[in-house]
Nanobody, 115 residues
Framework: VQLVESGGGLVQPGGSLSLSCAASGFTISSGLMSWARQAPGKGREVVATITNTGTGPLYTRSVKGRFTISRDDARNTMYLQMNSLKSDDTAVYYC?????????WGRGTQVTVSS
C-alpha cells in the first residue's frame, strides 16, 4: 500500500489550493479515505473523510463549507479542494487510508497560507 500526496505550496489568505493523493497497492473504493493535517506544535487531526458506504463526506467544523473531498475511482486518486484558505490552515497535509483494520499514511505535503 502506498499513498503519495501532491499539490501543496504557498498561497495567500483567501486563495485556493487543490491536493491529490495517488494510491497504489489497493483500490481506494474498498477503504475509508481521509485527509488529515498537522500544524506546527500541534497534533494530527482528520479534516475530511470520504466513505465507501454511500453516505456523504464528513468534515471537521473548521473546514466545513471551504474544503471539498472527492475521489476518482478510475484514477485511484483522492482529492482535497481547499478554498478561502486562512493562516490557520497552514500545516502538513496527509492522506490516510483505513483498510481492513489497518491505517496507512502518506508522507504529507506542506501547505502554507501567508501573505
Amino acid at each position: 500500500v502506498q499513498l503519495v500526496e501532491s499539490g501543496g505550496g504557498l498561497v495567500q489568505p483567501g486563495g485556493s489550493l487543490s491536493l491529490s493523493c495517488a494510491a497504489s497497492g489497493f483500490t481506494i473504493s474498498s477503504g475509508l479515505m481521509s485527509w488529515a493535517r498537522q500544524a506546527p506544535g500541534k497534533g494530527r487531526e482528520v479534516v475530511a473523510t470520504i466513505t465507501n458506504t454511500g453516505t456523504g463526506p464528513l468534515y471537521t467544523r473548521s473546514v466545513k463549507g471551504r474544503f471539498t473531498i472527492s475521489r476518482d475511482d478510475a484514477r485511484n486518486t483522492m482529492y482535497l479542494q481547499m478554498n478561502s484558505l486562512k493562516s490557520d490552515d497552514t500545516a502538513v497535509y496527509y492522506c490516510r487510508a483505513d483498510l481492513h483494520g489497518r491505517v496507512y499514511w502518506g508522507r504529507g505535503t506542506q501547505v502554507t497560507v501567508s501573505s
